[in-house]
């Protein structure tokens, strides 16, 4: 039923979105070479559902470079595969080619959205690319909601732990949550769901919630193999949009990669198999 759902509100509502989450993934990892291309996957969906949905071009794409300076970057028109309705999807793609050793961030300000709550949402989205060497992975994209990272944003192995802090216009926010979830590398149709002792959709398990501290700081723990997204929502004011004023949201998205055991690689069905 859920699935159906989805399928008659897209129908009958074409300018409205579901909620959603803008991912900015590599696969099959977030490492790269000096020299050698690399190409990073955006587009719009539900991580922890492996639902994928069109997504608008954003505003602004751009490179963080180790050594601070930004580089706009080029979007290129990416089909990725929705299995929930078995058609294709908008998104797209960004080719790298890192000409020096350090930590890089791809930085991402989407377009404004209007869900169908009535509600303008703008997605801020960080990946962190790290080349050879550990520099300037406390580096910022600069936007108005920010994660910091505490801990080196790469390198995590299974069941690690992730400790960060979340500014909002350059001050740490007083209050809020972040929310974790795993991309799943596979779409999860309603019997693949995990169910509570009721039979019920045991939501909490697919999404993780924190509360941050007086300071902004969080600790999250990242326990399997994959991809996983950090978010976190403010409340920013109204906006005039579509002949109407709205509330605004901002979207923080920061995701982290983590290793797992040789067998345990994830296999994202929605992307291509990189050569």
Same mark, same amino acid.
């Given at each position: 039923? *859920? +699935?159906?759902? /989805? #399928?008659?509100?897209?129908?009958?509502?074409?300018?409205?979105? +579901?909620? !959603?989450?803008?991912?900015?993934?590599?696969?099959?990892?977030? !490492?790269? /070479?000096?020299?050698?291309?690399?190409?990073?996957?955006?587009?719009?969906?539900?991580?922890?559902? @492996?639902?994928? $949905?069109?997504?608008?071009?954003?505003?602004?794409?751009?490179?963080?470079?180790?050594?601070?300076? +930004?580089?706009?970057?080029?979007?290129?028109?990416?089909? +990725? %595969?929705?299995?929930?309705?078995?058609?294709?999807?908008?998104?797209?793609?960004?080719?790298? =080619?890192?000409?020096?050793?350090?930590?890089?961030?791809?930085?991402?300000?989407?377009?404004?959205? &209007?869900?169908?709550? @009535?509600?303008?949402?703008?997605?801020?989205?960080?990946?962190?690319?790290?080349?050879?060497?550990?520099?300037?992975?406390?580096?910022?994209?600069?936007?108005?909601?920010?994660?910091?990272?505490?801990?080196?944003?790469?390198? *995590?192995?299974?069941?690690?732990?992730?400790?960060?802090?979340? #500014?909002?216009?350059?001050?740490?926010?007083?209050?809020?949550?972040?929310?974790?979830?795993?991309?799943?590398?596979?779409?999860?149709?309603?019997?693949?769901?995990?169910?509570?002792?009721?039979?019920?959709?045991? $939501?909490? $398990?697919?999404?993780?919630?924190?509360? %941050?501290?007086?300071?902004?700081? #969080? %600790?999250?723990?990242?326990?399997?193999?994959?991809?996983?997204? &950090?978010?976190?929502?403010?409340?920013?004011?109204?906006?005039?949009?579509?002949?109407? =004023?709205?509330?605004?949201?901002? =979207?923080?998205?920061?995701? %982290?990669?983590? *290793?797992? !055991?040789?067998?345990?690689?994830?296999?994202?069905? !929605?992307?291509?198999?990189?050569?």
């Amino acid at each position: 039923m *859920f +699935f159906i759902f /989805l #399928f008659i509100f897209f129908i009958l509502n074409p300018y409205l979105s +579901f909620a !959603y989450e803008v991912f900015s993934i590599s696969v099959p990892d977030n !490492y790269g /070479l000096t020299g050698k291309e690399k190409v990073f996957y955006i587009g719009a969906g539900e991580p922890a559902f @492996g639902l994928i $949905y069109d997504l608008k071009p954003p505003e602004k794409v751009f490179l963080l470079s180790p050594n601070g300076t +930004f580089n706009k970057l080029t979007l290129l028109r990416e089909e +990725f %595969i929705d299995k929930a309705l078995n058609t294709k999807r908008i998104g797209y793609k960004i080719k790298i =080619i890192p000409k020096i050793k350090g930590d890089y961030y791809i930085c991402i300000e989407s377009d404004y959205t &209007l869900t169908r709550d @009535g509600i303008l949402n703008k997605f801020l989205v960080k990946t962190p690319f790290h080349v050879g060497i550990e520099k300037g992975w406390d580096n910022s994209c600069g936007f108005d909601l920010e994660i910091k990272p505490y801990t080196r944003p790469y390198g *995590f192995r299974k069941n690690g732990i992730f400790w960060g802090q979340v #500014f909002y216009k350059n001050k740490p926010l007083e209050n809020g949550t972040v929310e974790a979830e795993r991309f799943s590398p596979v779409f999860l149709r309603l019997e693949d769901l995990p169910k509570d002792s009721y039979g019920e959709i045991n $939501y909490p $398990y697919l999404k993780k919630t924190v509360k %941050i501290t007086k300071n902004g700081f #969080f %600790i999250m723990s990242l326990e399997e193999p994959g991809w996983w997204v &950090l978010t976190v929502k403010v409340k920013n004011g109204k906006k005039f949009y579509a002949n109407n =004023i709205y509330p605004v949201e901002l =979207i923080h998205h920061f995701w %982290i990669y983590v *290793f797992g !055991y040789k067998k345990e690689i994830p296999i994202y069905e !929605y992307f291509p198999i990189p050569k």
